[in-house]
């Protein structure tokens, strides 16, 4: 450990570790968005990467290290130890462009990492902080990478024709030059396959689903936050032991009693069995928060004169305000994003939810980016959704998590 701690060595590890993951990096988007071959060199990020290290903890001088790095970069370009290595047929300026990116990716976000660090023995605080500052860097691409890449493949094939897959599915650049011909899969779902009426279904059944969610969980919820009665606890505890059942084993008794009752294939089941997954859930969240709204401003209430019900409707909702709005978003998420009941349920396409539509997508008759095409439309509107209302879920899910 001793050895690690030195400034020069926990420099230069760092420095290769992070050379690496940065060409790799620099080497999958460019290779997406080009569709030309791109991949990190070894040699080249193992100089670079240990030498740009040594170099913040002995110069310091960052703006001129960052010119001086990135020109060696696309010197080395031109040579074995190029820190990016191409196919053939990459042209001079996306080989610049990588190389380029590879420098200024890779030394400016070390220098962050290094701050702490200096020449000679390090304390226990600046290596833990070298280290931390990696990994934090390291998860970011990560996850960011799982995210982006599968919806960057999406969005790409639903805009290919059918001609570019057959010539090379790999290939997920955008051909500009089609203008609006790149929307035809879009076009035609709508045209031809009725997405639109899929997206009407799935979001009314969403939103009644919300409102009916909120009819039953607010006042269970205002129960085991304030009422006394025999069993509480037990309820309170046991609110979630419907999610230790897999839906999947509860599938065949659902279609059996939904068939013998006239429930299948019609939205009114969808809108009785949608609720029993998500009321549970917002039992849950609704009952924490109830407990940290201050209890004297609903005894005040009561003191002049309301009703417990006038108090939880002009009192303790609006007080509530944020966790209704965080708890009506995730229940519009579970139900917009349900899949397993809807496609046990529904048979006929005039009532398809977007989730039992996309997967009615995914046969061999219908083109690849067609499907790719219903992703997209499933996905977006509830991104934009959530990004839109994210502040309150925050805000909703931490308020009342500290009484007092």
Not at 6 to 13: D, F, L, S
Not at 60 to 68: E, H, N, Q, S, T
Not at 159 to 183: E, M, T, V
Request: a positive charge; one cysteine or more.
């Amino acid at each position: 450990m001793s050895v690690l701690r030195n400034g020069a060595v926990t420099a230069g590890v760092i420095g290769l570790l992070w050379a690496f993951v940065i060409a790799v990096t620099v080497a999958v988007t460019l290779s997406f968005a080009s569709g030309l071959g791109f991949r990190p060199g070894a040699l080249g990020c193992l100089i670079l990467g240990v030498g740009g290290g040594l170099a913040l903890i002995y110069l310091r001088a960052v703006p001129f290290l960052l010119a001086g790095f990135v020109a060696v970069s696309v010197v080395l370009m031109f040579t074995p130890l190029s820190p990016m290595q191409f196919t053939d047929g990459v042209p001079l300026g996306w080989q610049l462009l990588s190389v380029v990116a590879f420098g200024v990716f890779t030394l400016w976000p070390m220098r962050v990492m290094l701050v702490e660090a200096h020449p000679g023995d390090l304390t226990r605080h600046a290596f833990e902080d070298a280290v931390i500052r990696f990994l934090t860097g390291f998860g970011y691409i990560v996850f960011t990478a799982a995210v982006l890449i599968p919806f960057y493949v999406m969005v790409m094939t639903s805009l290919k024709s059918q001609q570019a897959l057959l010539k090379n599915p790999l290939d997920f650049s955008i051909d500009l030059s089609r203008g609006l011909d790149l929307f035809r899969s879009y076009f035609e779902l709508f045209g031809q396959f009725n997405f639109g009426s899929y997206l009407w279904t799935s979001f009314y059944v969403s939103v009644l689903t919300v409102l009916i969610t909120l009819a039953f969980s607010v006042p269970g919820a205002y129960a085991v936050a304030r009422l006394r009665f025999k069993g509480r606890a037990a309820f309170s505890r046991s609110i979630l032991l419907i999610y230790m059942v897999p839906m999947i084993v509860l599938a065949l008794p659902i279609y059996i009693a939904f068939s013998m009752t006239g429930l299948r294939n019609t939205i009114p089941g969808l809108l009785m069995i949608y609720p029993v997954t998500t009321i549970p859930v917002a039992l849950y969240m609704l009952q924490g928060y109830f407990r940290g709204l201050p209890g004297e401003v609903e005894e005040a209430g009561l003191m002049d004169g309301l009703s417990r019900l006038q108090v939880i409707w002009k009192i303790t909702l609006p007080l509530s305000l944020p966790a209704m709005v965080s708890v009506s978003l995730y229940v519009f998420m579970i139900a917009w994003n349900e899949f397993l009941l809807a496609f046990m349920l529904l048979d006929d396409p005039s009532k398809f939810t977007l989730t039992r539509g996309v997967a009615m997508l995914n046969s061999s008759e219908i083109p690849r980016q067609h499907l790719m095409a219903g992703a997209v439309i499933a996905t977006v509107p509830i991104m934009a959704l959530f990004l839109g209302l994210e502040r309150f879920m925050t805000k909703g899910l931490t308020a009342g998590s500290v009484k007092g």
